[in-house]
């Protein structure tokens, strides 16, 4: 019955939805169904397609080895490679998520500007909000899909990196102004107030 | 020490170059020498001037705040404990290259994964509703009424064209000679029992065009009673008037004519 309301649906179903279908609260729903997707996965290695069960939601999508037929089956020419300032970017936000987009620019010390929009174009981040600051600039952070696109079912997942350190513990001691030798200032590295 | 050859290495930004040249140097990130790095920065921006390559505005920033460090470092150092002008760098250069190394491991996901495909949301509209309930026998029924009305119509046509295509061609002058024929036989003769012999419309017309033309030729005349009322003077033709041939009919040469009247 699940797999049925998934295909209709096509897009990322919540638990909360589910729940209401199946009769559970949301997180009974969320764990009744990583459990169903393993099921799922498990018996359907002849199956084109693969049930995904994320933090929040639940989706299915076709298995990545046949991605090249699909594509030229449906005539898709979009998806592309991602560039290396766009995957820049996204790892930025991916670790340490909600993040602004100044806080990327300082990161990479470079305009993210362009990237950070191509990036939601894609639909693998979204605006999280915003930050209570002058400006009040736009937090991001990463989609389902992007979720998707990565193989990955929650951001735990994510390869770790070096020896562990956050990049968001290390950014809070610094502005640009302390790189150009400024020391009255204190660090103010903390997301969207520069 | 590898300097900028003939090709000119693209850098994602300063942070990039800074590392890919305390990387080429091997240098440690957390003791760096300024002074040589900040020369082949410095050599790596002329090249690019030289060679016309556009640098983001970052790495002339980046440029100023290198000699900041770099004199800052020449200077004694007033307060023993003062932080070390290099240490922002250090810091933003582990930070970038954290960043570079998350980004390189997540390439490989997004190259093996990104081609999953989804359906695309909205397909399944609420009002699009198609139908239900239908089953192929009505369709055929339908069908095979159709076609009898179909084949009903075109036996109506052929019956109705059936007589066109049959009917005679009238002759006028054929009933010109049968009338004169039957009025000198019968001495009196109505109208009305010169035009009942017609058997289709074709012959009553072509009776009716003879019965003109005898008229029209003075050979042929009308008895028509008196009126019994004035007001009937113009009434409708009546057809049981007698008509009786001329004192000339016959005479005429109607041979002529013929040809002229088998043509109406």
Known sequence: MIEAVLFAAGHPLGYDRIGQLLGLSPREARDKMHQTAEKYNAQGADKGIIMLAFDDCCQLCTKEEYSQFVKTALGIRRGGNLSNSSIETLAVIAYNQPVTRVYVDTVRGVDSSYAVNSLLERGLIEPRGRVDAPGRPMLFGTTPDFL??????????????????????????????????????????????? | MEQPTLHLEKYEGPLDLLLSLVEKNKMDIADIEISLICDQYMEYISTAEDMNVELACEFILMASELMVIKSRMLLPRTE??????????????????????????????YTEYSGRAVKDEDEIKPDNELPTGLDPESLSRVLRYMLMRLDAQEKAESSHLRPLVRAKVASVTDNIVRIVGRIRREKNVSLYSLLEDAQDRSSLIASFLALLELIRERQLLLDIPKAENEDDERGEIDFDVCVRLSDDAGKKDFTKKKSELDRI
Do not use: H
């Not at chain 1, 001691?173 to 590295?189: H, K, L």
């Not at chain 2, 290099?86 to 570079?100: D, M």
């Open chain 1, 148 to 194: 998707r696109c990565f193989g990955l079912t929650s951001l735990e997942e994510l390869p770790s990196v070096g020896d562990g350190i956050s990049l968001l513990s290390a950014l809070d001691n610094m502005t640009i102004d302390d790189i150009a030798g400024n020391d009255e200032e204190s660090g103010t590295g903390e997301s969207g107030q520069q």
């Open chain 2, 80 to 109: 023993p404990d003062a932080e070390d002008p290099r240490a922002a760098l250090s810091e933003a250069l582990l930070i970038y290259k954290k960043a570079k190394e998350a980004a390189s491991l997540m390439l490989p996901l």
